[in-house]
């Protein structure tokens, strides 16, 4: 440790990559708080509130985690990572875990050794456009300008989608989903271009969000999920299961209202006793308290809750649930079994 | 009697070299050398192991796998199916585009300053020196995105173009200024028209040797031959005859609305004019106090003396001050250009696909190959800004004091 501690102030592009590999579980726990990368701001997924404090659908399994290690779902502190910055970030131990609306690619996963733990949003790259163009398709668009944000895997989709229907493009290179809104805005490119959640909770920041269109093509499979370092089974472990637990916690119908009930003694389901912790050793066999879910849970609710919440049909974003329905719904969730 | 024997030579002794001062710096020196290489081989020993810990090698693969992206300014064929190492040639030759541009300018500015701020005239001195403080004292990264949002926010988009009565109309019919850069027509170069080029080169070298003659002809005797319209017209008379001989080979590729776009003619793109446009007022600042400060340096003796042999002040200016002030502005101007071309780095912030953007930014990230692409990307910096000093060295070798 300490020469990644040393090397800390030399960092020159990654040179202490892989340097805190294992016992990430115990750093945090020493530490006492949970280093999160989260995006630099996307409402609904992940943004500071008018107070500061950092809300949104990724935030809330950064929050779950943190419950879940340390008790307290407050104990987070967020780093905000652009596209570009994220994966250094995660690879030089400066973040614990990175839950920024990633795609889980082969290349990801196995080359840039990272772990993927699971998946909490399955999403697909749309395309939005402002009304008065009067395009209804993603083949109408020929010649247009592109924006989008660079160092993310929809900037391949879109030169793959462009270049399979034989289509011109001028893309425009953005650091940030706020600059590439600005210029978007601005009329600087006709199109802009990200995942179909992204595009929704751009959408809602803008003064007139009727004034824009999301086109029906999905051009791409985007399985967003957290992720963390290679090599550290332990620790990806405990992110993976956390979020397994806000997923059967939906299933099993345990919610934050009724959770207090439900863990103060064991009931009739071995299952739910099992995940919150009255019945067998679950939370040791991770290092973790018996009652590790429990505090997970209520620390924002369930699955269904922290996406009704943040980006459900209530909310401005009003993103469906789709593919992001329990199995037993006909949606993809689908836990393995606490046991 | 005395015997004259020489002073006795003193042996070399380990303790001399803490002693004597005529080892010591050399001892300290070693030390020194010592303690740089052992860290520099902890720093890389350390790297190496923790690569391996993580499971990762250095390797220069990737490059020959292709790039699936595509890149807005290409000055070679390029598609996302080309490879990372032709992204990255694109992004050397949009870096060298934008300095040289920008290196071209900034040196017009600069200059014009320069002169300006030593006029006789109050306004035209403190506007200058205005111009100066402001642009030299904010970063440039600022002016960069200062400039291009004014463009972005200021000029029409190309659809403020369609309809009948648009909000937005082309200069003379040919030239648009939207929000995503200027279109311009482009040349066609038809069969024949190398001829008209060759004219026009030949023209140019024409116009030097007239000016040369018309010198020599004024040394000699006294005579003084008009220069301005006879160099006009040796540069463009021949060449617009022979263009008008070939049969018109050259036509102009109009800019027309077409889709989302302007297609057709010659597109520069808002990142490059405003990543040009910016490095050049800023750098154009410093340079100026270069060229200040070298004025300044020629003694006012040289002013008098020309003054006094009844030269008009543009002349002093041009055939004695200057020439005797590049002595002073060339080694500074070097460091400006250096500057101007590492600057070029900040190209991202408005989307302008430098190396930076291309190697440092996209490729990087697509294949997660960061110590690879740093240390290119550091040796290309190394390489040009090498290069760059080296003819500049040259030049200065030129103009510098001839020592006889």
């Known amino acids: 440790m300490k020469k990644s501690v040393f090397l800390g102030a030399l960092t020159v592009a990654g040179l202490t990559a892989g340097a805190a590999a294992a016992a990430t579980l115990d750093d945090v726990k020493a530490r006492g708080t949970l280093n999160c990368g989260v995006t630099t701001g996307l409402v609904g997924f992940a943004a500071p509130d008018s107070n500061g404090n950092w809300d949104g659908f990724d935030v809330g399994v950064c929050r779950a985690v943190a419950a879940a290690v340390l008790g307290d779902p407050q104990a987070v502190e967020f780093v905000p990572t652009?596209?570009?910055?994220?994966?250094?970030?995660?690879?030089?131990?400066?973040?614990?875990?990175?839950?920024?609306?990633?795609?889980?690619?082969?290349s990801r996963d196995v080359d840039l050794k990272f772990e993927f733990v699971g998946v909490n949003y399955y999403d697909g790259q749309g395309f939005m456009v402002p009304k008065e163009l009067g395009v209804s398709s993603a083949k109408d668009l020929d010649g247009a300008t592109v924006c989008i944000q660079t160092g993310t895997t929809t900037e391949l989709n879109l030169a793959d989608y462009f270049r399979k229907n034989s289509m011109n493009y001028e893309p425009v290179p953005i650091e940030?989903?706020?600059?590439?809104?600005?210029?978007?805005?601005a009329g600087a490119c006709d199109v802009y271009t990200t995942d179909a959640s992204g595009l929704a909770a751009t959408r809602a920041a803008f003064e007139d969000p009727s004034a824009h269109v999301l086109l029906p093509e999905i051009v791409s499979k985007e399985p967003l999920g957290p992720l963390v370092r290679h090599g550290d089974n332990e620790w990806g472990d405990v992110v993976r299961w956390t979020l397994n637990a806000l997923i059967a916690a939906e299933e099993l119908g345990v919610t934050s209202a009724n959770i207090a009930d439900m863990a103060s003694a064991a009931g009739d389901?071995?299952?739910?006793?099992?995940?919150?912790?009255?019945?067998?050793?679950?939370?040791?066999?991770?290092?973790?308290?018996?009652?590790?879910?429990?505090?997970?849970?209520?620390?924002?609710?369930?699955?269904?809750?922290?996406?009704?919440?943040?980006?459900?049909?209530?909310?401005?974003?009003?993103?469906?649930?789709?593919?992001?329905?329990?199995?037993?719904?006909?949606?993809?969730?689908?836990s393995p079994p606490f046991r | 009697m005395t015997t004259l024997t020489d002073p006795p030579q003193e042996s070399f002794r380990p303790s001399m070299l803490l002693n004597d001062t005529r080892y010591r710096s050399y001892t300290f020196q070693f030390i020194a050398l010592i303690v740089l290489i052992s860290i520099i081989?902890?720093?890389?020993?350390?790297?190496?192991?923790?690569?391996?810990?993580?499971?990762?090698?250095?390797?220069?693969?990737?490059?020959?796998?292709?790039?699936?992206?595509?890149?807005?300014?290409?000055?070679?064929?390029?598609?996302?199916?080309?490879?990372?190492?032709?992204?990255?040639?694109?992004?050397?030759?949009?870096?060298?585009?934008?300095?040289?541009?920008?290196?071209?300018?900034?040196?017009?500015?600069?200059?014009?300053?320069?002169?300006?701020?030593?006029?006789?005239?109050?306004?035209v001195r403190k506007l200058m020196a205005g111009y100066v403080e402001a642009f030299r004292n904010v970063p440039v990264l600022i002016w960069i995105i200062i400039i291009f949002t004014i463009m972005t926010a200021v000029l029409p988009a190309p659809r403020a173009f369609r309809g009948e009565d648009a909000d937005a109309s082309m200069i003379l019919g040919s030239i648009a200024f939207t929000n995503r850069g200027v279109y311009v027509p482009m040349p066609?170069?038809?069969p024949g028209s190398m001829v008209v080029v060759v004219t026009f080169i030949l023209s140019i070298v024409g116009v030097f040797a007239y000016r040369a003659y018309a010198k020599k002809l004024l040394f000699d005797t006294g005579k003084l031959l008009p220069m301005g319209w006879p160099s006009l017209a040796i540069l463009f008379v021949p060449?617009?005859?022979m263009f008008f001989i070939m049969g018109q080979p050259i036509s102009l590729d109009y800019p027309e609305l077409g889709g989302f776009n302007f297609s057709g003619g010659l597109q520069i793109g808002a990142p490059l004019i405003a990543l040009w446009f910016a490095l050049s007022i800023y750098t154009g600042a410093f340079i100026a106090e270069n060229v200040r400060a070298g004025i300044l340096a020629v003694s006012k003796g040289q002013t008098e003396a020309a003054a006094s042999l009844g030269l008009r002040p543009r002349r002093i200016m041009n055939l004695v001050i200057l020439p005797q002030a590049l002595r002073v502005i060339i080694p500074p101007l070097i460091s400006q250009y250096l500057n101007i071309t590492k600057n070029s780095s900040l190209a991202i912030a408005v989307g302008y696909a430098d190396i930076t953007a291309t190697l440092g930014g996209i490729t990087l990230n697509q294949t997660g190959r960061a110590i690879e692409c740093v240390l290119l990307l550091m040796l290309f910096y190394l390489l040009i800004s090498l290069g760059i000093s080296a003819v500049m060295n040259v030049y200065n070798n030129a103009v510098r004091l001839k020592e006889r």
């Open chain 1, 82 to 106: 652009t596209g570009k910055t994220r994966f250094t970030a995660l690879a030089s131990g400066e973040i614990d875990m990175l839950a920024r609306n990633t795609t889980w690619t082969f």
């Open chain 1, 176 to 185: 940030t989903n706020a600059e590439a809104q600005q210029q978007y805005l």
């Open chain 1, 269 to 334: 389901s071995p299952e739910i006793n099992r995940l919150l912790g009255t019945e067998g050793n679950l939370g040791e066999m991770l290092g973790l308290e018996a009652d590790w879910a429990v505090k997970a849970i209520s620390a924002g609710g369930n699955y269904g809750e922290l996406f009704e919440k943040n980006i459900g049909e209530t909310t401005p974003i009003g993103l469906a649930r789709g593919l992001n329905a329990q199995w037993t719904d006909g949606g993809l969730l689908y």
């Open chain 2, 41 to 123: 081989a902890y720093l890389g020993y350390n790297l190496v192991l923790n690569l391996r810990a993580a499971g990762l090698n250095i390797s220069y693969e990737f490059l020959g796998e292709p790039a699936g992206y595509d890149i807005n300014q290409t000055l070679v064929e390029y598609t996302s199916r080309s490879s990372h190492l032709t992204a990255a040639i694109v992004g050397i030759l949009n870096t060298l585009l934008v300095a040289f541009l920008a290196c071209a300018t900034a040196t017009i500015f600069g200059v014009i300053a320069g002169v300006l701020r030593l006029s006789n005239n109050w306004l």
């Open chain 2, 188 to 190: 066609i170069w038809g």
């Open chain 2, 239 to 241: 060449s617009i005859l």
